[in-house]
Every structure is written in structure tokens, then in C-alpha cells.
């Protein structure tokens, strides 16, 4: 089948010798800190409007979101799609992901010019700041600008992590340390529900503070942990150290039989010296297929409406009428789900390769979002106004955790796997900006109109996000090439024994190589 064409490293005739060594596994743990700036940001966002049933509602809500108070307060609708369709609420949670788009063009030059590990210390140290203005926020606008600090340095984390991760491991565990990402990401935001249930309990009213304000922790981790991991040797490589490169390599791999990466490195770096202008040239044809993937990748993860749940948690359970305590109860289990079913991720992404992962996760959201929809159809009806039993509510959040560990070992971490390793070394931190930059916009997106769209499209917006499931995993049986098991500067391949990418890349200079065989 066309969709299913793989090739795999030892048909490459590439089989780098090296194992994972101790070096860059501590290199990669320490890197992937960066995914828990992002990921307790997440679920700090969450949690803020949960607290609005609570002493941190007196505390914030009160204070910066009045218009929300009010209509929590019982002055509106009891209409539970539209309880909190507020713009200044969600415009809180939403600026950062503006600002990271940004960010994520500046990060670009930075991570080729400086090196990985500039960018991840500068992205941690602009957060720390963010996170100390947030905590001591005497207003709205403290609380704005805290926000965007946080979102430059997600940005800049975002933008380099993921490629960092994927340069130093051996390709044969790519994918399990790649991810190691993804989990720090799951595990921020498992670190922020479960103090925000604590925080909320802060009766004098600065549990808040802590909250924002401890997004200091992770930031302090990336930052100082920066200064303990090496730079990647095709980094080094990049800015003309070839010495130093190979020193690298050699440590990092564990042995000094490291030629053939080597010079394959070189051949990388070499090609890589002849694109002055990345941002001109990832319009040529032959990138068309990094391209559209740097697009789509990102939008078809955002689209997945994963955010719908991660940020909107409490308000979701809220709706769908468990009490303050119990909704933040939920949100912690949903947070434990997205944990764990990272891990079985890691240990079958490099064995049953990314389009297995991709395709069953995709089925399996596609049913609980219609699960979902359905159930909360079922009760609410388009007026949104019922009661909902106990047990009832229960189904609801077994389907939504069904969903919720779908996404974890598919399009979570493969969102930020498969970009970082598609990319050849010429274009790959431009094309990597460009996948966080249309992450960050379609979050920021959903972010900001999902609480009007909840009001407008009622249980509906269930099925709208499970159609796109249903395209995205079509997509992925088509056109996505399994990239497990291939060196990430031999990845060209990949595209040039696709039944349909081959038409861009130049399907002669196949000849000219060992030929590449097919795996059904
Ligand atoms: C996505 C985030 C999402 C998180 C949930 C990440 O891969 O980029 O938008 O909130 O996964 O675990």
C-alpha cells in the first residue's frame, strides 16, 4: 500500500555502530525539562477558571475577571454551554500562545546561530521572569505581561527542545527520548492540577499566587539545567567546530567508531552551508514535504481539540455539573491518564513505529469524541439545562480519559517527534519555528474561542473535532512515511521512495544510491 511504505535504518545500509549512554540520556532528561514550562502552563490555565468556584475565584476572578464572577455568580444564563463565555478570561489563557508564535521566529536564528542550549537557557530565563511577574500580579496587566514573558520562553523552549532531543540520541532510540519531551509536558501539568487543588484550599486568599507564581520551579530547572548538557554535535558542526563536533559524537555515542555519522554529519552540514536563507529556500519544491508537514502536523495535533480538555478541564465537569472540588478532582485523573499513556508511547514508538501509533490513537479518539459528544448531547440536549446523575458523569469522564490517553500516545508526542526528525539540517530550525508557530496559533485559537463555541455549537463541538480526527488519521495513512529506524540525516530517503512525495523530491537520485526496499 502506497500510505504504508517504510524503510527501515539496516535497508539504508546505515547502522551507525553507538548505544545510549549514560551522557545523553542525562543530556536528554536534563533538555527535556523544557517540556515542563509548557506543560505546567498548560495546566495552570486550566485550573485558573475552576478557581472561579473557589477562594481563588474571590481572590482573581473577583479582582481582574468581575464580568465572569458576575455570571457565575448566577446572574445570567443557567444555559451550562455558555456559564463562561468571557472574552477577558480567555484572552488570560490565550496570550501566551500568541506571544510563543513569535518567540518561535527569533528562536529560529538563535538555535542555528548559537547553538540547542542557547535558546533553551534563554527561553528558561525569560520564564522565570514571567513567572515572578505573575506571581506578584497587582493587576490585570501585570498578569497579561507575566503571561507573554511566559509564552516567549515557551517558544524558544518549544523550538528547540524537541530538535535538541533528536540530535543527540542514537536513531534507534529517537523516538522513546524524543518523547521524554512530551512527558515532562504531561507531567507539568500534572505537577500544576494537583497544586492548584491544594492552593485552592489556601483560605486567605494568596493561593494563587503559588500557583503562578511556582511556575518558577520548572523554569529554574531548564535554565540551570542548560548550563550542564553539551550542544549537539550536528549543532556544533554547524558553527564550524568539525574538531570539537567529533569529540562530541564520539563521547556521546560511547565509542570512537563514530566515522560513518560522521561524515554523514559533515555531508549535512555541508549541504546545510549552501542554503544562505533558510526562509527563502523551504519553499523550494524539493521541501515541499517538510513543509506541508511543519503545517499539518501542528494543526491536525491542535485540532485534535486535545486543549478543549487540558485547559477547560474544571469548566468542562463544571458544566457538566460535578461540584468545584470534584471537577478539580477530574482534571488531576485526566492529567494521570495523559502521564501514563505517555509512557506506553515511549516503549512502542521505536518498535512499532510512528504510523501504528498514529493510526490506532486516531481511531481510538475519533470513538470517545463521539462518546463524548454523544453522551453530553444525550443529557443536555441543545438547551444545555439538565441535571446529571453521578454515574452518568462518571461515563462521561471514563470517555473523556479514553480520549485523553489516545491523544497521549499518538498525536501528543508525535506532534513534536516527527517534525524534529523530518527535517534536513539546512532548513530544520526554520521549519521547526514554523511547527511551533502554527502549534501556538491553533492553540491559541481553540484557547480563545472555545467557551463561544461551546455556547454556540453546544455538544456538537464534540463531533467537530471528531471529524477532524477522522481527516487527519486518512491523512496519516496516505501520505505520512514511517520514519523509525532511520538516521535523521539519511530521513531524505523516506521521501523519495513515497509513492506520492517522490514527485517533489526527485525520485532519479534514488538511482544513485543503494536502492531502497519497501515494506508493505
Ligand atoms: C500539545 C499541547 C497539549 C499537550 C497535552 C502537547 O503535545 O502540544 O497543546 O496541551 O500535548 O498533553
Not at 482573581?60 to 448566577?74: A, D, L, N
Not at 454551554?81 to 536564528?109: G, H, M, N, Q, V
Not at 514527485?503 to 537520485?509: A, D, L, S, T, Y
Amino acid at each position: 500500500m502506497a500510505g504504508g511504505v517504510m524503510v527501515s535504518a539496516g535497508e539504508t545500509g546505515k547502522n551507525y555502530p553507538g548505544k545510549m549512554t549514560g551522557a545523553v540520556l542525562m543530556a536528554c532528561v536534563i533538555a527535556a525539562f523544557g517540556g515542563l514550562i509548557f506543560g505546567y502552563d498548560i495546566g495552570i490555565s486550566g485550573e485558573i477558571h475552576e478557581k472561579g468556584w473557589s477562594y481563588f475565584y474571590e481572590a482573581i476572578f473577583e479582582r481582574f475577571f468581575p464580568s465572569v464572577y458576575r455570571k457565575e455568580s448566577g446572574l445570567t444564563s443557567a444555559n451550562q454551554y455558555c456559564k463562561f463565555d468571557s472574552e477577558t478570561l480567555t484572552l488570560f489563557t490565550s496570550s501566551l500562545y500568541l506571544l510563543a508564535l513569535i518567540a518561535s521566529f527569533f528562536a529560529a536564528s538563535v538555535t542555528r546561530l548559537f547553538g540547542r542550549r542557547v535558546s533553551m537557557f534563554f527561553g528558561g530565563a525569560v520564564f522565570l521572569v514571567g513567572a515572578i511577574i505573575n506571581g506578584a500580579a497587582k493587576n490585570i496587566a501585570m498578569l497579561i505581561i507575566g503571561r507573554m514573558l511566559l509564552g516567549v520562553g515557551v517558544g524558544f523552549a518549544n523550538q528547540s527542545v524537541p530538535l535538541y532531543l533528536s540530535e543527540m540520541a542514537p536513531y534507534k532510540y529517537r523516538g522513546a527520548l524524543n518523547i521524554g519531551f512530551q512527558l515532562m509536558i504531561t507531567i507539568g501539568i500534572l505537577a500544576a492540577n494537583i497544586l492548584n487543588f491544594f492552593t485552592d484550599k489556601i483560605k486567605a486568599g494568596y493561593g494563587w499566587r503559588i500557583s503562578l507564581g511556582g511556575a518558577a520551579v520548572p523554569a529554574i530547572m531548564i535554565t540551570v539545567g542548560s548550563f550542564f548538557v553539551p550542544d549537539t554535535p550536528n549543532s556544533i558542526l554547524e558553527r564550524n567546530n568539525a574538531t570539537k563536533a567529533k569529540e562530541m559524537l564520539r563521547k556521546i555515542r560511547g565509542t570512537n567508531d563514530v566515522d560513518e555519522e560522521f561524515n554523514d554529519l559533515v555531508a549535512a552540514t555541508e549541504a546545510s552551508k549552501l542554503v544562505e536563507h533558510p526562509w527563502k529556500n523551504i519553499w523550494m519544491r524539493k521541501y515541499r514535504p517538510q513543509l506541508v508537514f511543519s503545517v499539518l502536523i501542528p494543526f491536525f495535533q491542535q485540532v485534535t481539540g486535545i486543549n478543549v480538555i487540558m485547559f477547560y478541564a474544571p469548566v468542562l465537569f463544571k458544566t457538566l455539573g460535578f461540584g468545584g472540588n470534584a471537577s478539580l478532582m477530574s482534571a488531576v485523573i485526566t492529567g494521570l491518564v495523559n502521564v501514563i499513556a505517555t509512557l506506553v508511547s515511549i516503549a512502542l514508538v521505536d518498535r512499532k513505529g510512528r504510523r501504528f501509533l498514529f493510526l490506532a490513537g486516531g481511531i481510538q479518539m475519533f470513538i470517545f469524541q463521539f462518546a463524548v459528544g454523544g453522551l453530553i448531547g444525550g443529557k443536555f440536549g441543545t438547551s444545555g439545562v439538565a441535571t446529571i446523575s453521578g454515574g452518568y458523569a462518571a461515563g462521561v469522564v471514563i470517555c473523556i480519559c479514553c480520549y485523553v490517553a489516545a491523544f497521549a500516545w499518538s498525536w501528543g508526542p508525535l506532534g513534536w517527534l516527527v517534525p524534529s526528525e523530518i527535517y534536513p539540517l539546512e532548513i530544520r530550525s526554520a521549519a521547526q519555528s514554523i511547527n511551533v508557530a502554527v502549534n501556538m496559533l491553533f492553540t491559541f485559537i481553540i484557547a480563545q474561542v472555545f467557551l463561544k463555541m461551546l455556547c454556540v455549537m453546544k455538544f456538537g463541538l464534540f463531533f467537530f473535532f471528531g471529524g477532524f480526527v477522522f481527516i487527519m488519521t486518512v491523512f496519516v495513512y496516505f501520505f505520512l512515511p514511517e520514519t523509525k529506524g532511520i538516521p535523521i540525516e539519511e530521513m531524505s530517503r523516506v521521501w523519495r521512495s513515497h509513492w506520492y512525495w517522490k514527485r517533489f523530491v526527485g525520485e532519479e537520485e534514488i538511482e544513485l544510491e543503494k536502492p531502497v526496499k519497501f515494506v508493505a
